[in-house]
């Protein structure tokens, strides 16, 4: 469903993504790690196509996002870490305009709106403007509209950050059962947790490049440690010194 070979990208003499090559198929729930810099949300972002690469093909349900990027967009879902919303429209005001992005029918954006909403705990909170949303509710509110055209592929990029106990159990299950009902889902993420509770392989990038791959099983048992923290440290504690 994802498919990278030989990805690049460059900032001037900055390195971000050197020769990139990686397979996420269906159903699968990848986690790439890395520090900070290490060229995770570059990828990301070259593989949704919001950037172009140096080099390199990025195809999306076996579509060039390059030669047909509005094709592969349709296959896609996409929540960055700092998602942008429309304070000046309600909850569901943002919800149908979502729908309309993606030409859907207004009988389908009204039953997605009644499951989604219930769902994340939004029903409540139906009129209230974007901008007197908490954080939480507003990242429940990205979600909901991100799985309203029903993307087979999902990229999030830090799925977690600032949410509550009781969002961050709901999105761990939802990626779970999405992934066990097909959906590629392709996250990045500095809690090691999660990728140990939720991946089935891992991806650990360093300057750019991929410098481990595999199951956490796989991981562990080509290094010394006991488990991905002690994974991760070995390959990436060099930067820190």
């Known amino acids: 469903m994802i498919s990278l070979k030989h990805l690049s990208k460059h900032y001037g003499s900055l390195v971000a993504v050197e020769d990139l090559s990686l397979e996420v198929p269906k ?18 972002k070259m593989m949704t196509g919001l950037l172009k690469p140096r080099g390199g093909e990025v195809r999306i349900c076996d579509i060039d996002i390059a030669a047909d990027p509005v094709a592969a967009k349709l296959k896609i ?8 919303l429309y304070d000046r429209l309600t909850t569901t005001e943002f919800f149908r305009f979502t729908g ?18 219930t769902t994340f705990s939004l029903m409540d909170y139906r009129s209230v403007l974007v901008k007197d949303l908490s954080h939480g509710l507003r990242q429940r509110l990205v979600y909901a509209a991100t ?21 961050i159990r709901l999105i761990k299950d939802l990626l779970i059962r ?41 991981l562990i048992a080509s290094s010394d440690g006991n488990n991905l923290e002690d994974v991760f440290l070995d390959l990436t504690s060099k930067q820190y010194e």
């Open 27 to 44: 159903g699968e729930l990848f986690c790439f790690l890395g520090p900070n810099g290490a060229g995770k949300t570059t990828t990301i």
């Open 77 to 84: 879902g996409y929540i960055p870490d700092m998602p942008y």
């Open 100 to 117: 309309e992005i993606y030409d859907l029918p207004r009988d389908l954006v009204a039953a997605q709106l009644e499951e989604q909403f």
């Open 147 to 167: 799985f309203l055209h029903d993307p087979e592929v999902l990229f999030i990029d830090e799925p977690l950050v600032g949410l509550d106990p009781y969002t």
């Open 178 to 218: 999405r992934a066990s009902e097909g959906m590629t889902i392709f996250l990045t993420t500095h809690i090691l947790a999660l990728a140990e509770d939720i991946a089935h392989r891992i991806g650990i990038i360093m300057h750019g490049r991929v410098v481990a791959l595999g199951t956490l099983d796989e």
